[in-house]
T-cell receptor, first 108, second 113 residues
Framework: KNEVEQSPQNLTAQEGEFITINCSYS?????LHWLQQHPGGGIVSLFM???GKKKHGRLIATINIQEKHSSLHITASHPRDSAVYIC??????????FGTGTRLQVFP | EPEVTQTPSHQVTQMGQEVILRCVPI?????FYWYRQILGQKVEFLVS????????KSEIFDDQFSVERPDGSNFTLKIRSTKLEDSAMYFC???????????FGQGTRLTVV
């Protein structure tokens, strides 16, 4: 069954902490996406990965194809990073299959 | 920066009524999608659309649902006879190619009463 699992479900951190969110999937994929959902509901694409590592500002995403695992890291976390972070994967179809998300709260 | 826009942001409708949710995808994108998120649940795929036809749809996308690209810019989702369980946030997305990065709109919150 094509599933996406994320951990942890909820995460709290103090400002400045290094954050890691994990995503595992069950079978081979064509691409993995990391997305951010703010309290208002809108979804913003952060990264699309099929191999290796990508960095944008304080955000880093890595993927290990053999392990079927990806991580999203946030360095020097800030309260404005508080959001739900969602992993979604694409198999050999049009659709993205979403994980349940990780709710991150960063306190000053 | 180009963005996907959705209207309305919130729609309340009575059970059994028809609703049309509207989306303007990014102008050079060729693939269009609708997803929905029931409150407290994960985002689910509804349908993808390419070259003026549905290319893939989920089990959720039954005969009550339809999509259309009536002109060169709009992409609509119609629900013919709404049910209480259709209450959800509906997201439109678009991409240049099916394997490319998907850009999402801000969503339309549909409440069926």
């Amino acid at each position: 069954k094509n599933e996406v699992e994320q951990s942890p479900q909820n995460l709290t951190a103090q400002e400045g902490e290094f954050i890691t969110i994990n995503c595992s999937y069950s079978v081979g994929i064509s691409a993995l996406h990391w997305l951010q959902q703010h309290p208002g509901g809108g979804i913003v694409s952060l990264f699309m990965l099929s191999s290796g590592k990508k960095k944008h500002g304080r955000l880093i995403a890595t993927i290990n194809i053999q392990e079927k695992h990806s991580s999203l890291h946030i360095t020097a976390s800030h309260p404005r990073d508080s959001a739900v972070y969602i992993c979604a994967v694409r198999y050999n179809t049009d659709k993205l299959i979403f994980g349940t998300g990780t709710r991150l709260q960063v306190f000053p | 920066e180009p963005e996907v826009t959705q209207t309305p942001s919130h729609q309340v409708t009575q059970m059994g009524q028809e609703v049309i949710l509207r989306c303007v995808p990014i102008s050079n994108h060729l693939y269009f999608y609708w997803y929905r998120q029931i409150l407290g649940q994960k985002v689910e795929f509804l349908v993808s659309f390419y070259n003026n036809e549905i290319s893939e749809k989920s089990e959720i996308f039954d005969d009550q649902f339809s999509v259309e690209r009536p002109d060169g810019s709009n992409f609509t989702l119609k629900i013919r006879s709404t049910k209480l369980e259709d209450s959800a946030m509906y997201f439109c997305a678009s991409s240049v190619v099916v394997t490319g990065e998907a850009f999402f709109g801000q969503g339309t919150r549909l409440t069926v009463v």
